[in-house]
T-cell receptor, first 120, second 114 residues
C-alpha cells in the first residue's frame, strides 16, 4: 500500500536539543515538502525538495534543516535555534513539480499523518 | 500577508442539507485551487480542485465554484453526511520559477449533525 509514513507520531524535546522527524514515501514521488501547522493557522511551508540532493527554503525555514539523500526520504531536523518548535508537523509529496503541471493539471500533494512535537 | 483566507473557523450543518465552505484569495496569479479534508491526528487528503480558467468542477457530492472577479471560491457538499465532519482547507497554487507554490488557508471545521 503506497503512502507517506511519518514517525514518530508524538515527540518530546528538551530545551536546547535538536530532534529529527522522519518522513518516508513509497509513491515514487520526486517532490517532498515539510509544513508546520499551528492552532488557527494554515499550513506553512518550511522546506521543500524537488529532486534528490536538492532542497529549498520555504516561508519559515529558520531553525530547521533538511536533507534529501534518497528519493524516498526527507527528514526534518528541528534545531535548538527554533524558538517556538511546539507544533504539528506534516510531510507531503507530489509526483512532480515542474512546468509539466501546466499541461496536465495540478497534481495534489499526498500527506503523512503528522508528528506532534512538544517541548518539555 | 494571508493570501488565502477562510473567514469561518467553524460551520454546523444538519445531515442531508447543503454545506457551503468559503474561501477568499488576494493573488490573481493563482492558477489552481484545491480543497483538502483533514480528520484529527491525520494528514490532509485531497478532495477536489479547479483550474482558474473554469468556474465549476463537480465530483459526486462535492462541487467547487470559482468566481475570479470576486477572488472567491466555495465548496458545496450535497447532501452532507456525518462522515464529512472534518477540517477543510482551501489551497491555491501558482507557478513560481518552475515550482508550483501552494498556499493554504487556515481551515474551516465542519460539523454535520445527524
Amino acid at each position: 500500500d503506497g503512502g507517506i509514513t511519518q514517525s514518530p507520531k508524538y515527540l518530546f524535546r528538551k530545551e536546547g536539543q535538536n530532534v529529527t522527524l522522519s518522513c518516508e514515501q513509497n509513491l515514487n514521488h520526486d517532490a517532498m515538502y515539510w509544513y508546520r501547522q499551528d492552532p488557527g493557522q494554515g499550513l506553512r511551508l518550511i522546506y521543500y525538495s524537488q529532486i534528490v540532493n536538492d532542497f529549498q527554503k520555504g516561508d519559515i525555514a529558520e531553525g530547521y534543516s533538511v536533507s534529501r539523500e534518497k528519493k524516498e526520504s526527507f527528514p526534518l531536523t528541528v534545531t535548538s535555534a527554533q524558538k517556538n518548535p511546539t507544533a504539528f508537523y506534516l510531510c507531503a509529496s507530489r509526483i512532480r513539480d515542474t512546468l509539466g503541471q501546466a499541461v496536465t493539471g495540478v497534481q495534489p500533494q499526498h500527506f503523512g499523518d503528522g508528528t506532534r512535537l512538544s517541548i518539555l | 500577508d494571508q493570501q488565502v483566507k477562510q473567514n469561518s473557523p467553524s460551520l454546523s450543518v444538519q445531515e442531508g442539507r447543503i454545506s457551503i465552505l468559503n474561501c477568499d484569495y488576494t493573488n490573481s496569479m493563482f492558477d489552481y485551487f484545491l480543497w483538502y479534508k483533514k480528520y484529527p491526528a491525520e494528514g490532509p487528503t485531497f478532495l477536489i480542485s479547479i483550474s482558474s480558467i473554469k468556474d465549476k468542477n463537480e465530483d459526486g457530492r462535492f462541487t467547487v465554484f470559482l468566481n475570479k472577479s470576486a477572488k472567491h471560491l466555495s465548496l458545496h457538499i450535497v447532501p452532507s453526511q456525518p462522515g464529512d465532519s472534518a477540517v477543510y482547507f482551501c489551497a491555491a497554487s501558482l507557478n513560481s520559477g518552475g515550482y508550483q507554490k501552494v498556499t493554504f488557508g487556515t481551515g474551516t471545521k465542519l460539523q454535520v449533525i445527524p
